[in-house]
């Protein structure tokens, strides 16, 4: 097995810019545009794995405790602003408008894009729910389904999971194992995972099983389905605190850089 963090952190794509938000990058790009870009991508004889992380304000504030994680973050091939508060501090802090592409929009994107070209691997989620969203997708969006395997393993069994994703062939591993553990776990394993696109994409697996609901279309286009969730479902009320706790580390820091 091979820790592959590269030498250098990678560069971002050609036609983005690259902010920092709290120590962690955060790229500029539209959702058409990342479609674009993991295509190009998944599609190359190459196929060199690329990680994918879709930020939230809840990993920005687990990331400022655990060091693996905030690596993981840092050499990541692309990050994109998954929801409203990272629109909202990229706007106070740099002063800047950037687009979202949250994990389901991408998901979702890329399978309709493709169909049966593109080869999946459904890593994450309790068992027999990968299952059950892999045949949802084959029949919604015709895409080919390399692989399934549930979330609930432990760090002894990381190796055989990784191994079994990387002989699948696929192109794209959904990887919804947690905020934190999915991230290091694309890191840490993606030359062994040995796919062209890793993306850590929480609860998409859910949404395609149908055992979580998407969030209702307005909430997202104003990028606030987190409120959504958190109201609905008591299990998210712990999350709440995060969510507070990161509005006052953006104030704090648009304070200290005098904004």
Request: aromatic share 8%; charged share 20%.
């Amino acid at each position: 097995m091979t820790n592959a963090r590269p030498a250098h952190p990678p560069a971002p794509p050609a036609d983005s810019a690259r902010l920092e938000l709290f120590g962690l990058p955060l790229d500029v790009i539209s959702l058409d545009a990342t479609l674009d870009l993991l295509g190009g991508w998944m599609f190359t004889q190459s196929r060199a794995p690329h990680t994918v992380v879709t930020l939230n304000p809840e990993l920005i504030v687990q990331s400022r405790s655990h060091p693996e994680f905030a690596n993981a973050v840092q050499v990541a091939d692309l990050v994109t602003a998954d929801g409203v508060g990272i629109v909202y501090a990229a706007r106070q802090l740099h002063g800047l408008e950037v687009p979202r592409a949250p994990g389901f929009d991408i998901v979702a994107g890329l399978m309709k894009r493709h169909g049966a070209d593109l080869r999946v691997f459904f890593l994450g989620a309790k068992p027999g729910v990968a299952e059950v969203a892999a045949q949802n997708a084959a029949r919604d969006y015709g895409i080919t389904v390399a692989g399934v395997h549930h979330g609930y393993f432990d760090l002894p069994e990381d190796q055989r999971v990784a191994d079994l994703v990387g002989a699948s062939n696929a192109h794209l591993v959904l990887t919804a194992m947690g905020g934190g553990r999915q991230e290091t776990f694309n890191q840490y394993w993606r030359q062994v995972l040995n796919a062209p696109v890793l993306i850590g994409c929480g609860g998409v697996i859910d949404v395609l099983a149908g055992t979580a609901d998407l969030a209702p279309a307005w909430t997202r286009r104003m990028g606030v389905e987190w409120i959504w969730r958190v109201v609905g479902d008591r299990k998210r009320w712990n999350r709440a605190p995060r969510l507070a706790q990161f509005v006052t580390l953006v104030r704090a820091e648009k304070k200290r850089l005098g904004r």
